[in-house]
């Protein structure tokens, strides 16, 4: 198995400089880049691509007079120098060859640079965005699970009977649902809307954190999160309630399972020493991916209703204002994180069932 795992951790090095080398060709081609940005702030018009859509034909012709500054949209206003400080700056006096090898040597050392536009390292960027993405992604994960498995397991029994039918009813109008549209239901039921106020309307933490006790400080911690979290719970419950209890059925279906039975074992034995292990191979195996999906996958929108700063929030200002060193750094760190979670949920297949072996099946 350590050979297996020294193979994909070598792998992982490729991987990640494909992922790089295509999105940094990808952003050569992207208009509004970091430079247009910094000049339309400095002419006052806040966002480039305002200045793209209001700069009018007129403004074209003044372009053409700034010669090789042409390309920067609103920077007729400005003196050559201004923009060539600018490219230095951000590093782009120098070839795309060179800036690639620079990031890449820079992002081995783990050097992800400072925010182009908020005067901070990228690392101590995700530090502080973290905590939120994690809060979202780990308790969802966890309840998911948690609801998921005892009612799959529960529906694979009565399989067919009046209440594995009104609960697949109500996980697939659970599953129907999108994420965002369950949680602004949460806030107009429960978030002073129009009928309750039993939960905060945003932020993980109350002004007064500090000043509470711990145990004020946990039971403020969960009821910021009881909202938020339960949001985001909901796409993954319904998927894997149907994963467990279809890995379940498939299981209860097999020969040795009816073997069991003639031996004289009672059905828990039954379903807990035979079926449990090799049903719940697919579903717990999966942890890290799910996770790692919930993590990513549904945090934008959730921090946005719910005003949280996370990494969602992050990653999506980063790229609206071309802050090219957060939008690589997070994606350099949120990319070697895939990776070795991928490796983590192997590594789960071989605990929960140490009959497979990775290192055989290769050779």
Do not use: C
Not at 26 to 35: D, I, N, R, S, T
Not at 314 to 320: I, K, Q, T
Request: proline share 4%.
């Amino acid at each position: 198995m350590s050979s297996y795992i020294l193979r994909r951790l070598l792998l992982i090095i490729p991987t990640l400089l494909g992922i790089l080398l295509v999105n940094f060709t990808l952003v050569q081609f992207v208009p509004g880049g970091p430079v247009e940005q910094a000049i339309a702030r400095a002419q006052g018009q806040g966002d480039v691509l305002e200045g793209i859509t209001g700069a009018g034909s007129d403004a074209g012709v003044d372009d053409l007079s700034t010669g090789s500054d042409s390309q920067y949209i609103g920077a007729r206003g400005l003196p050559p120098e201004y923009i060539k400080e600018l490219e230095a700056e951000f590093g782009f006096d120098k070839p795309p060859v060179q800036r690639f090898v620079n990031m890449v040597w820079n992002y081995v050392r783990f050097d992800f640079g400072e925010s182009y536009f908020r005067s901070i390292s990228v690392i101590d960027l995700v530090k502080e965005k973290l905590p939120v993405s994690i809060t979202l992604g780990l308790w969802s994960t966890l309840i998911a699970y948690a609801i998921s498995i005892p009612l799959g397991i529960r529906k694979a029994i009565k399989d067919g009977s009046r209440f594995d039918t009104w609960t697949s009813a109500f996980i697939i109008g659970a599953y129907a649902i999108p994420s965002f549209l369950f949680a602004i239901m949460l806030l107009v039921l429960f978030a002073g809307g129009s009928y309750y106020q039993w939960f905060p309307l945003r932020g993980l933490t109350s002004d007064n954190f500090d000043d509470l006790t711990a145990m004020g400080k946990v039971l403020d911690y969960f009821w910021h999160i009881t909202l938020p979290v339960l949001a985001g719970t909901i796409g993954g419950f319904a998927t894997l309630t149907l994963l467990t209890k279809n890995s379940f059925l498939d299981e209860i279906k097999k020969l040795y399972v009816v073997t069991a039975k003639a031996k004289g074992l009672s059905e828990r034995q039954v379903l807990y020493g035979h079926v449990f292990r090799n049903a719940m191979l697919i579903v717990i195996a999966g942890f890290p991916s799910l996770f790692i999906s919930v993590f990513f996958g549904g945090s934008l929108i959730i921090e946005t209703i719910f005003s949280l700063d996370g990494l969602g929030r992050l990653g999506f200002e980063a790229a609206v204002a071309r802050d090219y060193p957060i939008v690589f750094g997070t994606l350099y760190i949120f990319g070697l994180m895939g990776l070795l979670v991928a490796i983590l949920s192997d590594l789960m297949y071989v605990l929960v069932d140490p009959r497979i072996d990775f290192e055989k099946r290769e050779g």
